[in-house]
């Protein structure tokens, strides 16, 4: 007899909609991650230090303001009712999430040198504005999915969509940004700006039906809320959560893995412009090898975590595949062998990608059976503050080894030295990164599909 938790209760239309928000996230992260970096240090002229000292103020906040963000808003509005509990916050973060994108391009005409701090202010206040409103959009975006799509076969099929959608937002940030840059012309970062801000509004628009939340899951929570004697502080809440192992598992790889993400992502535009040594447009070619590639082997990932029932392991499978693909990268030196090698990248990539949701609702499932109640926005909030430690990462790397190399900010070409310290960004620290992710994901994440199980049959029982 089928219980109601393994029912399919939303079409694949209403699971890609909800697909669009990612495209709406990675689309942002692609162009941001490829230019904020690159446009103050190479475009601007900015030192390397002062960019990255800003990059790691930017991090700090965008770490620490996710879970805050999660518990604030894991509560009951006046607005919840009618309009659902996560679908409204969406939509207010959503919107100057996207403008705010535009501004950091947009800093005041001085001097690199005379100002330095005018332009690092600039710098800090941009980047973090943006990711006030990027926190409020993803904490609750994200919590949407475990509480709205709950059978295994939803949530297979749904981050099979939602990846595949998300990769379409990927290609978009990939292949738009660079049509419209040209090195050396800082104002052309504008222009691209402006189309990104046009695509992602598109791509929040489609995403409304698949955000919206049933009214049987609305009434649920609300029916399950007024049972609570009272709130739980954010401390006590954060301090359960990370109690919780196969949690506390899941987000240190999920940092390391987004670690490997940003460098690779940020390090597309030096590779092309001081490596290969080719034109802005370029970029294009090395990211649809990585797209083609993403998209070519998705449907076999799910086919497999289908097939196994068990998405510890293909995971497992997935993020070993990917540490060990992103070693070449390091002997990358033409657009050819660019397109090649991230293409391979792309067939391991996907494959992780497509499995860290079903992997993250897992976990979820089994805080509410710990705890008996829903907290999706808050773990999926300190998830956020887990991943946004790739951003500092990410800063700390590059400024490390830009500063140790000689990198000359605003230059046309690059030494020798400082040629190689791009090469080991884009690849070997990664892997680094990546191995070690997948090292701690084995040692300690111990949900098999035995323990899955036993979890969504005591949801059932709890009601919840």
Excluded at 75 to 93: A, D, H, L, Y
Excluded at 248 to 276: D, E, H, K, M
Excluded at 407 to 425: C, D, K, N, R, Y
Aim: proline share 4%.
């Amino acid at each position: 007899m089928s219980i109601e938790i393994d029912e399919v209760k939303h079409s694949k239309i209403n699971m890609a909609s909800y697909g669009f928000g990612k495209y709406l996230v990675e689309f942002l992260n692609m162009a941001f991650g490829t230019y904020a970096y690159f446009f103050y240090e190479s475009e601007i002229g900015l030192e390397s230090w002062i960019v990255g000292f800003g990059f790691i103020i930017f991090a700090l906040w965008n770490m620490f303001n996710d879970p805050l963000i999660g518990y604030l808003t894991n509560r009951p509005f006046k607005f919840t009712k009618k309009w659902g509990r996560r679908f409204p916050w969406v939509i207010i973060g959503g919107i100057p999430y996207i403008f705010c994108y535009l501004l950091i391009f947009m800093p005041p005409a001085i001097n690199p040198t005379e100002g330095a701090w005018i332009l690092f202010a600039w710098f800090v206040f941009t980047t973090c504005l943006f990711d006030t409103f990027a926190s409020l959009y993803w904490v609750n975006f994200a919590a949407i999915f475990p509480e709205k799509f709950r059978s295994l076969e939803e949530r297979r099929t749904g981050t099979g969509l939602q990846t595949v959608v998300g990769i379409l937002g990927i290609a978009f940030g990939a292949i738009i940004p660079p049509s419209l840059v040209t090195f050396g012309v800082p104002q052309t970062y504008i222009i691209q700006g402006g189309a990104v801000v046009i695509f992602c509004f598109i791509g929040l628009g489609l995403a409304i039906p698949g955000c919206r939340e049933d009214q049987v899951t609305i009434d649920r929570y609300l029916d399950k809320h007024k049972e609570r004697k009272k709130e739980e502080s954010f401390f006590k809440s954060l301090k359960i959560a990370l109690k919780q192992k196969n949690f506390l598992a899941f987000v240190i790889a999920y940092a390391l893995y987004q670690s490997l993400t940003n460098l690779i992502t940020g390090s597309i535009a030096f590779l092309v412009r001081y490596v290969l040594q080719e034109e802005a447009s370029s970029q294009m070619i090395p990211s649809i090898g990585f797209l083609v590639g993403s998209l070519v082997f998705i449907p076999l990932w799910i086919k497999l975590a289908h097939k196994s029932n068990d998405n510890r392991k293909i995971l497992l499978i997935a993020g070993i595949a990917l540490t060990f693909v992103t070693f070449p990268l390091i002997f990358v030196n033409n657009l050819i062998f660019a397109f090649v090698g991230l293409f391979v990248w792309g067939l391991a990539f996907g494959g992780f990608w497509t499995l860290l949701w079903p992997v993250l609702a897992d976990v979820i499932d089994e805080s509410i059976v710990i705890t008996g109640e829903r907290k999706e926005g808050i773990y999926t909030g300190i998830q956020a503050f887990f991943g946004r430690l790739a951003f500092l990462n990410q800063a700390l790397v590059f400024t490390i080894v830009h500063v140790a190399t000689g990198f000359a900010e605003g230059a046309e070409t690059q030494g020798p030295l400082a040629v190689w310290g791009i090469q080991m960004h884009f690849s070997i620290i990664p892997m680094i990164f990546m191995g070690i992710a997948m090292l701690i994901f084995w040692k300690w994440y111990d949900l098999t599909p035995e323990k899955v199980k036993i979890n969504r049959e005591k949801l059932v029982e709890l009601g919840l």
